[in-house]
Antibody
Framework: QVQLVESGGGVVQPGRSLRLSCAVS????????MHWVRQAPGKGPEWVALISYNGYNQNYADSVKGRFTISRDNSKNTVSLQMNSLRAEDTAVYFCARSIPNGNPLGVFDFWGQGTLVTVSS | DIQMTQSPSSLSASVGDRVTITCRAS?????????????LHWYQQKPGKAPNLLIY???TLQSGVPSRFSGSESGTDFTLTINNLQPEDFAVYYCQQTYKTPITFGQGTRLDIK
């Protein structure tokens, strides 16, 4: 069955960096665009970034552009989010999610991981 | 950016009731081309869990989702209807547009037991 498992969350000071990973199994990873979505405490989901099936195209929310980088390794079935210059407002649960593999990188998110908590605090 | 506005923000109902949640997009996001799926989706989220896909392309029921859930659209307005509410349906519901980036979600509708 399809599984997405995030890791790498934790407590980090403002201005520091953190790298999140999402390990995927149960489907042909190289066929699917992948996304990161975050959810601050008590708030709704906020889309963060997407990467195309082959890694050639990335897109970011304005709130993270220039600070976060999404990448993928199709040989290891992983997608990562490098987060630099972290701010208090980046505190959230971060989810990776799969776009349904229909060739459209903006397809619906049909599978999600369980999330990993990132807390930015001094 | 396309803003998604849900109403109501909260709702109280009883087991067996029928409820309707509406999502309005700030731009028209319906497309009818066979090569492009429609871009409005509905998720259910329970505490401590990831959002779970209920309806995609405005009206298509995700596999495994009970048939008491349904979706419809009219121009820039989209509706999620839940018939015969069950105890497990009390949760927060979000709409989402994937028409273009940035992908955006509605602010959520909390459905509570009356």
């Amino acid at each position: 069955q399809v599984q997405l498992v995030e890791s790498g969350g934790g407590v980090v000071q403002p201005g520091r960096s953190l790298r999140l990973s999402c390990a995927v199994s149960g489907f042909t990873f190289s066929n699917a665009a992948m996304h990161w979505v975050r959810q601050a405490p008590g708030k709704g989901p906020e889309w963060v970034a997407l990467i195309s099936y082959n890694g050639y195209n990335q897109n970011y929310a304005d709130s993270v552009k220039g600070r976060f980088t999404i990448s993928r390794d199709n040989s290891k079935n992983t997608v990562s989010l490098q987060m630099n210059s972290l701010r208090a407002e980046d505190t959230a649960v971060y989810f990776c999610a799969r776009s349904i593999p229909n060739g459209n990188p903006l397809g619906v998110f049909d599978f999600w991981g369980q999330g990993t908590l990132v807390t930015v605090s001094s | 950016d396309i803003q998604m506005t849900q109403s109501p923000s909260s709702l109280s109902a009883s087991v067996g009731d029928r409820v309707t949640i509406t999502c309005r997009a700030s731009q028209n996001i319906s497309r009818t081309s066979q090569s492009i799926s429609r871009s409005l989706h509905w998720y259910q989220q329970k505490p401590g869990k990831a959002p779970n896909l209920l309806i995609y392309a405005a009206s298509t029921l995700q596999s495994g989702v009970p048939s008491r859930f349904s979706g419809s659209e009219s121009g820039t307005d989209f509706t999620l209807t839940i018939n015969n509410l069950q105890p497990e349906d009390f949760a927060v519901y979000y709409c989402q547009q994937t028409y273009k980036t940035p992908i955006t979600f509605g602010q959520g509708t909390r459905l509570d037991i009356k």
